[in-house]
Nanobody
Framework: QVQLVESGGGLVQPGGSLRLSCAAS????????MGWYRQAPGKQRELVAR???????VYADSVKGRFTISRDNAKKTVYLQMNSLKPDDTAVYYC???????????WGQGTQVTVSS
């Protein structure tokens, strides 16, 4: 059973920054595509960013230029640096792990990010 534990969420003013972290228990972390998704109230969960085992990165258009995803295979941790935050970024952010070609096999418990003045 893979465990993903997110941290780093909180309340921040518009224009501020936060850094999310996700620590994985998976032995196969270095082979996995790691992702960050978010879900705002009343909306579907959406992809924010993902990074493959080879370092290929995909961002949602809404966060390009503001968010940066990175990974540290030695620490089995994936990060999401979020800058220039907007109220529309308010959501619960989830870490994901995918080894196969389908949807993620594992999810974290989520961490709340609130952008408000």
């Amino acid at each position: 059973q893979v465990q993903l534990v997110e941290s780093g969420g909180g309340l921040v003013q518009p224009g501020g920054s936060l850094r999310l972290s996700c620590a994985a228990s998976a032995v196969v972390f270095r082979l996995a595509t790691m992702g960050w998704y978010r879900q705002a109230p009343g909306k579907q969960r959406e992809l924010v960013a993902r990074i493959s085992s080879g370092g290929n990165i995909v961002y949602a258009d809404s966060v390009k230029g503001r968010f940066t995803i990175s990974r540290d295979n030695a620490k089995k941790t994936v990060y999401l640096q979020m800058n220039s935050l907007k109220p529309d970024d308010t959501a619960v952010y989830y870490c994901s792990l995918r080894v196969g070609v389908g949807p993620p096999e594992s999810w974290g418990q989520g961490t709340q990010v609130t952008v408000s003045s």
